[in-house]
């Protein structure tokens, strides 16, 4: 069974840092791109970013507002994703989980985390 | 920016059919994802590539999509559909990354 499982989550001040990881099993992680999503009951599901796979590049893309902020990394030998959050504001406050989905051959097999909590808070 | 309109909310009763649409200019470009929100669990994916189902999705969930309009159909939704859906494309005009939709909560009862 494929097993996404994110740590790392917490309390944290207006301007702190905290550093997000996803560890996943069952599947073979360097052939896969990896993203982060957050969501909170007010403003639902926000894409987050995402980490191409080695053979893409391994490139990090970011949305808007964490742009400059936040780090996406990965370790394909620990078949671990990181997420580095700085400078965290208020409105980071959310539960992120970590995705990855591979589509084609007649299916799509698509793959969460149970999400871990960030909390920003003064 | 770009952005992914639907409803915010549907409503229907046990048995009959549920549309929830989601509206976007790239959406002849790119395709439609639907996911399936309950509160404290992961997301689900129940349509992907604007109209099919991956395996183990009920076949009531149906998607189709024409032009800017995506649209979401539960065929006979049940008490457990009720969830918060949102769709997921994405943007081809600036940022060129996937996006959410702000998502609709659909009420069966």
């Known amino acids: 069974d494929v097993q996404l499982v994110e740590s790392g989550g917490g309390l944290v001040r207006p301007g702190g840092s905290l550093r997000l990881s996803c560890a996943v099993s069952g599947l073979s992680f360097n052939n896969v791109w990896m993203t982060w999503v957050r969501h909170t009951p007010e403003r639902g599901l926000e894409w987050v970013g995402r980490i191409k796979d080695e053979a893409d590049g391994g490139t990090a893309d970011y949305a808007a507002p964490v742009k400059g902020r936040f780090t996406i990394s990965r370790e394909d030998s620990q078949n671990t994703v990181f997420l580095q959050m700085d400078n965290l504001k208020i409105e980071d406050s959310a539960v992120y989980h970590c995705?990855?989905?591979?589509?084609?051959?007649?299916?799509?097999?698509?793959?969460w985390g149970q999400g871990t909590l960030v909390t920003v808070s003064s | 920016s770009y952005e992914l309109t639907q409803p915010p909310s549907v409503s229907v009763s046990p048995g009959q059919t549920a549309r929830i649409t989601c509206s976007g200019d790239a959406l002849p470009k790119k395709y439609t994802y639907w996911y399936q929100k309950k509160s404290g669990q992961a997301p689900v994916l129940v349509i992907y590539e604007d109209n099919k189902r991956p395996s183990g999705i009920p076949e009531r969930f149906s998607g189709s999509s024409s032009g800017t309009l995506a649209t979401l159909t539960i065929s006979g939704a049940q008490v457990e559909d009720e969830a918060d859906f949102y769709c997921y494309s994405t943007d081809t005009t600036t940022s060129r990354y996937p996006l959410f939709g702000g998502g609709t909560k659909l009420t069966v009862l």
């Open positions: 995705n990855t989905k591979k589509c084609g051959g007649g299916n799509c097999n698509d793959y």
